[in-house]
T-cell receptor, first 111, second 114 residues
Framework: AQSVTQLGSHVSVSEGALVLLRCNYS??????LFWYVQYPNQGLQLLLK??????LVKGINGFEAEFKKSETSFHLTKPSAHMSDAAEYFC?????????FGKGTRLHILP | DTGVSQDPRHKITKRGQNVTFRCDPI?????LYWYRQTLGQGPEFLTY????????KSRLLSDRFSAERPKGSFSTLEIQRTEQGDSAMYLC????????????FGQGTRLTVV
């Protein structure tokens, strides 16, 4: 069954530094993959999605992710962190007509 | 605003009471999903509808939970005889197609059972 594993429940980076949030998927076929962001007491907002087109996917707010089949990974990156990026980030996969989420990674931005 | 809307945003109820939440999806979306999210966890799938038909229910959805989408538009999620363990954020999402290439989420309803 398709699922995702997010490595690190908390990640801290300094403002202006590279953001790297890790996600690995398990799937026998190339899945649809997503990254969502959630701010406190809010719903989820789609950052980007992979749907079997380009392996490097660009999303909103300067984020991007690269689908690597050989590593079964879909890591999220942003070259320069901003204080407003502090939030919870969820990697997710489409399975059986629904979206299944990872446990999330809370991103902390240090001034 | 034509996004997914949920009502109420917050609900505090006493243990044993019944509660009902409403979700209005994006108007042309056929698929509607309910998720539950507890503190520090990712959203967990509860159930989904294709138009008015409820196609799947998670084992997380006990007999005290019921969801409807009477005319294939808005949906309601009812919890009967609430328990403290039901305290969570309840999220609704909708998508246009059966093959989920994108789902749009509402702001959620935060339930606190005291």
């Amino acid at each position: 069954a398709q699922s995702v594993t997010q490595l690190g429940s908390h990640v801290s980076v300094s403002e202006g530094a590279l953001v790297l949030l890790r996600c690995n998927y398990s799937s026998s076929v190339p899945p649809y993959l997503f990254w969502y962001v959630q701010y406190p007491n809010q719903g989820l907002q789609l950052l980007l999605k992979y749907t079997s087109a380009a392996t490097l996917v660009k999303g909103i707010n300067g984020f991007e992710a690269e689908f690597k089949k050989s590593e079964t990974s879909f890591h999220l990156t942003k070259p320069s962190a901003h204080m407003s990026d502090a939030a919870e980030y969820f990697c997710a996969v489409s399975r059986d007509d629904k979206i299944i989420f990872g446990k999330g990674t809370r991103l902390h931005i240090l001034p | 605003d034509t996004g997914v809307s949920q009502d109420p945003r917050h609900k505090i109820t006493k243990r044993g009471q019944n509660v009902t939440f409403r979700c209005d999806p994006i108007s042309e979306h056929n698929r509607l999903y309910w998720y539950r999210q507890t503190l520090g966890q990712g959203p967990e799938f509860l159930t989904y509808f294709q138009n008015e038909a409820q196609l799947e229910k998670s084992r997380l959805l006990s007999d005290r939970f019921s969801a409807e989408r009477p005319k294939g538009s808005f949906s309601t999620l009812e919890i009967q005889r609430t328990e403290q363990g039901d305290s969570a954020m309840y999220l609704c999402a909708s998508s246009l197609r059966a093959e989920v290439t994108e789902a749009f989420f509402g702001q959620g309803t935060r339930l606190t059972v005291v």
